[in-house]
């Protein structure tokens, strides 16, 4: 048997750390000293420390680990699977973050930075959709609703219209929580069907009018839409918003793999101001 110094020496697990582990249940010692109060540990708890000390490296709270080292072989690949899906999902918000920083480099590198975007007016005409509103932490999840409301219209066979016509609003009025934002995605369809859960068929309103930001390239250019648009307000006084704003990609990652071929409209809807404004 080992005392706690002893043990932490071979486990190259601290002390405080051990007595932590004790705390929650996760490495208890193997005998107190009945002399002494002494934690005494045996030789072969080192393999589930060196366990534990793994999966922590790996990413694993403390609390996780202490149900994982329960299960058995089939259950602890299967979390291991799932921290995989994780893993490579933060390896990939990192690759855009930073595509992202060296787009924005070589943007400044070569006065490229201020882009100016064309504002325009026009009319858009009402749709018959298929549709899912889904709540989301961060304007960066966007693809997750898209992701569902795809394998919704795949899994169900619903025709989509043709010209393909896809877009999205995020819910300036929503009462989801304050950290984050409420989407809905849509996409044109042949047919109204009755919807499921959190997708339904409507048809959209028909838009009298929106200003129209069209922008071209990578979405890394996206950024200065609202201040182009902000500007516009500004030297047009007697227009204001009318509603949340509509995103359509006309040409994306789906169509093209070149970011720099990617077109993105905004549609802002706007109305004259009232006289009494």
């Not at 490495?27 to 009945?34: G, H, V």
């Not at 648009?229 to 949340?244: D, I, R, S, T, V």
């Amino acid at each position: 048997m080992f005392k706690i110094g002893e043990f932490s020496r071979l486990s190259r697990v601290s002390v405080r750390m051990l007595r932590h582990y004790d705390k929650l249940g996760l490495l208890a010692p193997d005998a107190i000293d009945p002399e002494n109060g002494y934690r005494l540990y045996s030789v072969g708890q080192l393999r589930r420390a060196n366990k534990i000390t793994t999966l922590r490296d790996m990413g694993f709270l403390v609390e996780d680990i202490k149900r994982l080292v329960e299960l058995d072989d089939e259950g602890f690949v299967c979390e291991l699977d799932l921290h995989e899906e994780r893993i490579l999902s933060d390896i990939e918000r990192g690759e855009r973050r930073l595509a992202d920083v060296r787009s924005l480099r070589d943007a400044v590198v070569d006065g490229s930075a201020g882009l100016d975007f064309e504002v325009s007016l026009k009319a858009v005409p009402s749709y018959e959709v298929i549709a899912l509103r889904m709540a989301l932490s961060s304007y960066d999840e966007e693809r997750r609703a898209w992701e569902a409301l795809g394998s919704f219209v795949k899994e169900h066979d619903v025709p989509v219209s043709d010209p393909y016509v896809e877009f999205c609003e995020f819910d300036s009025q929503s009462e989801a929580d304050e950290e984050g934002v409420t989407v809905e995605v849509a996409v044109a369809v042949d047919e109204l069907r009755e919807g499921e859960g959190p997708v339904r068929f409507y048809r959209t309103d028909a838009l009298p009018q929106v200003a129209s930001i069209m922008v071209y390239g990578p979405y890394e250019n996206i950024a200065p839409v609202y201040t182009a648009f902000a500007q516009w307000l500004e030297g047009h006084p007697l227009y204001e918003m009318a509603g949340n704003t509509r995103e359509i990609a006309h040409r994306g990652c789906w169509n093209t793999e070149d970011p720099s071929e990617y077109v993105t409209e905004f549609q802002i809807p706007v109305h004259r101001r009232s006289s009494e404004g």
